[in-house]
């Protein structure tokens, strides 16, 4: 007996193989992995299902099938991975002299630029008075691209309000010139104020390419000012640190 040219199992290969390339668009990592894996597991279901093919040709078609996918997941899953991660998340301060070492890491294997950090209030208490803001000498580095400035400038800078488009709530923006492969960063908050205040913090943006620096703005690159601008509406308090003297 003719085996039917199209059969149910190929109508599976072909719901799997609609799966694999949706899985290529962008969605949810959880999306992507779930068309991925239904992908590896119809299309084989219709070449299996071939008995006129070369058995060899059904295992290797399958083979190639499940491990093509497999490699997409595992590039879907990298590129969903955070780049660059601040810890804590959330920081709840109670009484003056409470502290919090935020570190800001680049867990990748390549150099990241403007890296912008946001910190807000997670309601309107508390101003900028409240804190002082510190940054340790060994998380600031000279502005790459300047090393004949006097002072130099160095890869760490801030701003500050009562943001408008959150509410007057407290925000803090800070920018970090250049992360190198695996480098910790460090911001010190010391709290001087008896309110509790909570205050999240996330990263908001980076770059995997090098930005040049801006000849209009000393100790920043171009990409970090419209972010700045948009949070703060220009009535924002700054911040420029350099290395305690010796």
Not at 14 to 32: E, F, Q, W, Y
Not at 136 to 158: F, I
Request: proline share 6%; glycine share 6%; with cysteine.
């Amino acid at each position: 007996m003719d085996e039917a040219k199209f059969k149910w199992q190929d109508a599976i290969g072909i719901v799997g193989l609609l799966l694999g390339v949706g899985g290529m668009s962008d969605m949810p990592l959880t999306l992507r992995i779930t068309c991925f894996g239904l992908c590896a597991a119809c299309m084989p279901v219709s070449f299996v299902s071939h008995k006129n093919w070369p058995v060899a040709v059904r295992w290797i078609a399958s083979i190639v099938v499940v491990a093509l996918m497999g490699v997409l997941i595992y590039f879907a899953i990298r590129s969903a991975s955070p780049i660059v991660d601040v810890t804590p998340e959330n920081m709840t301060f109670i009484s003056a002299g409470d502290t919090y070492d935020i570190k800001v890491r680049n867990v990748s294997d390549e150099d990241v630029y403007v890296v912008e950090l946001l910190i807000r209030a997670k309601d309107d208490v508390g101003s900028e008075d409240d804190f002082d803001v510190e940054i340790p000498d060994e998380s600031l580095h000279e502005l790459e691209g300047r090393p004949h400035q006097n002072p130099p400038a160095y890869d760490v800078n801030a701003l500050s309000c009562k943001a408008a488009e959150a509410g007057k709530r407290l925000t803090y923006l800070f920018a970090i010139d250049h992360m190198s492969p695996h480098e910790t960063r460090h911001i010190v908050l010391n709290y001087k104020a008896g309110k509790r205040l909570d205050l999240v913090s996330k990263i908001i943006n980076f770059e995997t390419a090098q930005v040049p620096i801006s000849s209009l703005e000393g100790t920043s690159r171009t990409r970090s000012i419209p972010l700045q601008e948009f949070a703060c509406g220009g009535m924002a308090r700054g911040y420029i640190f350099r290395p305690k003297p010796r």
